[in-house]
């Protein structure tokens, strides 16, 4: 099971960014797929979760209306669509895999570094 | 502030016993949601260390349990090691009339001393 992420990107603050994910290893359909966020030096922070099979998706009330979590199942990615970024959205983003929403996230992506300034 | 409350940090001498508390509410580990672990080496990306309140994956040693009561979790670590210095959080899941999401921990700095 692998989870490839999207490179670094360096963005202006009113910007919007986007974020892939990419499975492998197993059935993309049949698993959750999280975003996870960790701002420098800080702890980790859930932003949403998306079932591909069936677009079921949940956000977290604190990134709610900033975040977009979508998939295209035909390439077995995901995405995280965060507008209007500022300089406190300079984080590490993670893509996590989930067999459950409540269950234990299993496999965690490389991260995609985000600065915005 | 985190759902879920962890203390900042802990520390504990090469050889020693550490716990690390979780502490959540009736709408998260209270509600019967299961607990789970993770541990994050410096620079390094989250691994699940205890999975379900208790269960431990395959690699994970025997030093590292688990356990939920109620409304709060602890990580237990025994025989220290200089290699358990790292970040530790918790995660759960919490359900209000308006969403469910999951939830983590603020984490816990365990220094070995």
């Known amino acids: 099971v692998q989870l490839v992420q999207s490179g670094a990107e360096v963005k202006m603050p009113g910007d919007s960014l986007k974020i892939s994910c990419q499975g492998s290893?197993?059935?993309?359909?049949?698993?959750?797929i999280g975003w996870v966020r960790q701002m420098p030096g800080k702890g980790l922070e859930w932003m949403g979760i998306?079932?591909?099979?069936?677009?079921?998706?949940r956000y977290s009330p604190s990134f709610q209306g900033q975040v977009t979590i979508s998939a295209d199942k035909s390439i077995n990615t995901a995405y995280m669509y965060l507008s209007s970024l500022k300089a406190s959205d300079t984080a590490m983003y993670f893509c996590?895999?989930?067999?459950?929403?409540?269950?234990?996230?299993?496999?965690w992506g490389q991260g995609s570094l985000v600065t915005v300034s | 502030q985190s759902v879920l409350t962890q203390p900042p940090s802990v520390s504990g001498a090469p050889g020693q016993r550490v716990t690390i508390s979780c502490t959540g509410s009736?709408?998260?580990?209270?509600?019967?949601?299961?607990v789970h672990w993770y541990q994050q080496l410096p620079g390094k990306v989250p691994t699940l260390l205890i999975d379900?309140?208790?269960g431990r994956p395959s690699g994970v040693p025997d030093r590292f349990s688990g356990s939920k009561s109620g409304t709060s979790a602890s990580l237990a670590i025994t025989g220290l090691q200089a290699e358990d210095e790292a970040d530790y959080y918790c995660?759960?899941?919490?359900?209000?009339?308006?969403?469910?999401?999951?939830?983590f921990g603020g984490g816990t700095k365990l220094t070995v001393l």
């Open positions: 995660q759960s899941y919490d359900t209000t009339v308006r969403a469910s999401f999951v939830v």
């Open positions: 379900s309140n208790n």
């Open positions: 998306l079932h591909p099979g069936d677009s079921d998706t």
């Open positions: 996590v895999r989930q067999g459950w929403p409540w269950g234990p996230v299993d496999y």
């Open positions: 009736s709408s998260n580990l209270g509600a019967g949601y299961d």
């Open positions: 290893g197993y059935t993309f359909n049949n698993f959750w």
